[in-house]
């Protein structure tokens, strides 16, 4: 895997690594270097070479920094000319770092990275001010798909239905879409698809070649019955199992949920390492299996499955206990 190496002025480049972590889960070989008031070019190329050095694979390393010709493009510059396949792009921001995150799941190479991350970062520059230019024109509008079209058989094809209250992340982004294969990832909720911010952090998150949206339950239900959507293979990913019995309520065809992550918070208890679950949980996930939905209990696709049966036992107990 190429390594990243997040090099700029002051604090920004722990700041948005840790932003890029809170999107796209934690990433190995990717290091933040700052370049402090009181540093010199040197003791910068020292702390980016001891960055480099913990990488597993040395070879192929892409520097993404702050300015064009400051002081971090510089030292990163003086390296890249002694090592061919090193690559440098300027103008970090979060979208760029997404994009470079998601391309280096199929891309081997520094350089082939570096090309495709640019009309990402550029595209994420953007001002409620709007320009002439960036007025909609009938032909950029024109392709949307009339109303009653059918498209395949017609049937939106679900090809995996996640619980995850991290919604979409590395994990979902890597393991899960290539064990699953989906063309759209599609976060259902009603207040993330409030949320401008999540949206958009979303959409931007979503690995080469699949897009992502945000939809509440409302909007899944319509697509799932709309025939346009025939050609669409789906991977849904909601925060909670409430959302998920909402959605098969409203006719929404799940018969298999994967139950990844539920994040711990208080009147929960841990059924085990990454799910917690508080009583409304545990009668959600009873609803769903009296409507025969099958339960698939792991975090990504290596993983053995576990027994909701089992876990649901415990969490019933442990809530018992901690009434007492």
Not at 95 to 109: G, N, V
Request: proline residues 4%; glycine residues 6%.
């Amino acid at each position: 895997m190429v390594g990243i190496i997040l090099a700029t002025h002051g604090e920004f480049a722990e700041g948005i690594l840790q932003s890029g972590t809170m999107i796209f889960g934690e990433q190995e070989n990717v290091k933040a270097v700052t370049l402090h008031p009181s540093d010199g070019p040197d003791s910068l190329k020292e702390r980016m070479l001891a960055a480099i050095a913990t990488f597993e694979n040395q070879d192929e390393v892409l520097f993404l920094v702050d300015l064009w010709g400051g002081t971090p493009f510089n030292q990163a510059n003086n390296l890249c000319g002694q090592h061919s396949n090193w690559a440098i792009v300027a103008g970090l921001n979060l979208p760029m770092l997404i994009e470079a995150y998601s391309a280096r799941l199929s891309c081997e190479s520094a350089k082939e990275i570096a090309a495709s991350i640019l009309s990402a970062a550029q595209e994420g520059i953007r001002a409620t001010v709007e320009s002439a230019s960036s007025t909609p024109t009938t032909n950029q509008t024109s392709n949307t798909i009339p109303e009653g079209t059918v498209l395949g058989d017609g049937k939106m094809k679900i090809v995996l239905a996640r619980v995850d209250s991290r919604l979409l992340h590395g994990q979902v982004a890597t393991a899960w879409t290539k064990s699953t294969n989906p063309n759209r990832i599609i976060v259902v909720s009603d207040s993330v698809a409030k949320d401008d911010l999540r949206k958009k952090l979303i959409e931007e998150a979503a690995p080469p070649g699949v897009k992502a949206n945000v939809v509440p339950i409302k909007k899944i239900i319509e697509v799932s019955r709309d025939p346009r959507f025939g050609n669409t293979k789906a991977l849904l990913l909601f925060e909670n199992p409430q959302d998920v019995l909402r959605t098969i309520e409203g006719g929404v065809d799940i018969n298999v949920v994967n139950v990844g992550s539920m994040a711990h918070s208080v009147g929960k208890v841990m059924v085990n390492k990454v799910l917690s679950m508080n009583s409304d949980d545990v009668d959600t996930f009873e609803k769903l299996k009296a409507k025969n939905v099958k339960f698939d209990v792991r975090k990504v696709p290596n993983d053995s499955t576990s027994n909701m049966d089992e876990l649901l036992k415990k969490a019933k107990e442990d809530l018992a206990e901690q009434k007492n």
